[in-house]
Every structure is written in C-alpha cells, then in structure tokens.
C-alpha cells in the first residue's frame, strides 16, 4: 500500500492566486481529512469526508477555501485568493472506520507559501 | 469541548537515556481514545501508540509505553532506550469514541536526542 499520497510537496505561489492542493487516500479508507498545521495555531482540522461526502466544514477558514472528493480515490483542497496568512503545512489523512479504531494514516503534507 | 495541553514546549535528554512526555486532556466523555504522534524533520505524521480509555492496562509498543490516568486525565508517554531516530515533534490528541470525529491535538513537545 503506498499510503496517503499528497501532491504537491511544496508549493510557492503569489498572493491572489488560486492554490490547489490534491490528495490519493489509502484505498478502501471512508473518511478523509484535511488539517492544517501553523507554529500559532498547531494542527486544526478544516473538513472531513465520509464516503465522498463532505460531513464537517466546520474549520474551514473562510469562503475563500472549499475541498472536494469527487470519488473514492481523490480530495482537492482549494484556495481562491490565496493570501500570505495562509501559509501552512496541509495535511491529508484517511481513516477506515473514523478515529476510534486506527486513528489517522496521513500523508507527508504539503507546504503552502504564499508571497 | 475537549482541549489537550501539552505542558513541556521542548526536552532533550542523551542517547539510551528513558525520557517522559506529558500530556493532559479535559473531557465529559467517559469512553475515548488517546494517541501519540511522532513527527520527524521529514513532516511525516507517525502514529506511536494508542489507548482506549475503557481499558486500564497501559498500552505498549516496543519502546514505547504510556501512563493513562484516567481520573487525572493524564496521559504520558515514556521512550526507554531512547535512539537518535527519536528525535521528533510529539504530539498527543484525542478522539471521541463514536463515528470519525476530529482529532483534537496538543500544541506538542519538541524532542532532542544527543549524541
């Protein structure tokens, strides 16, 4: 199994511009998040999937971020004006059965800079 | 809503030295799960070890062992023979027991193992 796999790795882009980041979950796996990890804030779950369906948007920051899974197989994460402030790690994790179980497989995270 | 503290910012002890990292929740909930994190300078996130809260005996895994107290709501972790692949941000969190809530994590503890 290859795990949670997350592109890209790092990402540099211009305040304004449209970020997209992309996640492969561990096959077979119903749920998959989406965090964010800060030196202020530390690690803040943003949105999470049950079967393709988003169930918790709860963190998501602000209308300028939205995430989807069109399948089983793959979840964008979407910024539209990227802004500096959002620089971050984003991570990506899946899980068979929620938290209680297994707890999270995640994936080696992307890191947003934004200029 | 539940919250984690971790109080110990940064530790650092010597190779083969047993070292403990502190971790304290709050929470109403009576049945739930625990985990360490391990996330080395590569970002990746490493799930250590996990206890459920209904289950008095301390989890263990290798080297790995922890200390739950549930009335104190205290859940330390404890490295033996600790190696120079330790080296990593530790990072307590906490789930409730019932379909795929979030992870709530700790601020972390930055661990240093010296040569």
């Known amino acids: 199994d290859a795990g949670v796999i997350q592109s890209p790795r790092h990402e540099v882009t211009e305040m304004g511009q449209e970020v997209t980041l992309r996640c492969k979950p561990i096959?077979?796996?119903?749920?998959l998040f989406w965090y964010r990890q800060t030196m202020m804030r530390g690690l803040e779950l943003l949105i999470y999937f049950n079967n393709n369906v988003p169930i918790d948007d709860s963190g998501m920051p602000e209308d300028r971020f939205s995430a989807k899974m069109p399948n089983a197989s793959f979840s964008t994460l979407k910024i539209q004006p990227s802004e500096p402030r959002d620089s971050a790690v984003y991570f990506c994790a899946s899980s068979p059965y929620g938290t209680g179980n297994y707890g999270y497989t995640f994936g080696s995270g992307t890191r947003l800079t934004v200029v | 809503a539940q919250t984690v503290t971790q109080s110990q910012p940064e530790m650092s002890v010597q190779e083969a030295e047993t070292v403990t990292l502190s971790c304290t929740y709050d929470?109403?909930?009576?049945?739930?799960?625990l985990f360490w994190y391990k996330q080395p300078p590569s970002r990746q996130m490493i799930l250590v070890i996990r206890?459920?809260?209904?289950?008095?005996q301390n989890a263990t895994e290798n080297r790995f062992s922890v200390n739950f107290q549930k009335a104190a709501k205290s859940f330390s972790l404890k490295i033996s023979d600790s190696q120079l692949g330790d080296t990593a941000m530790y990072f307590c969190a906490f789930s409730p027991p019932q379909g795929a809530q979030k992870l709530v994590f700790g601020q972390g503890t930055r661990l240093t193992i010296n040569p």
């Open positions: 096959s077979g796996h119903d749920y």
């Open positions: 206890q459920e809260a209904y289950k008095q």
């Open positions: 929470t109403s909930e009576n049945n739930y799960y």
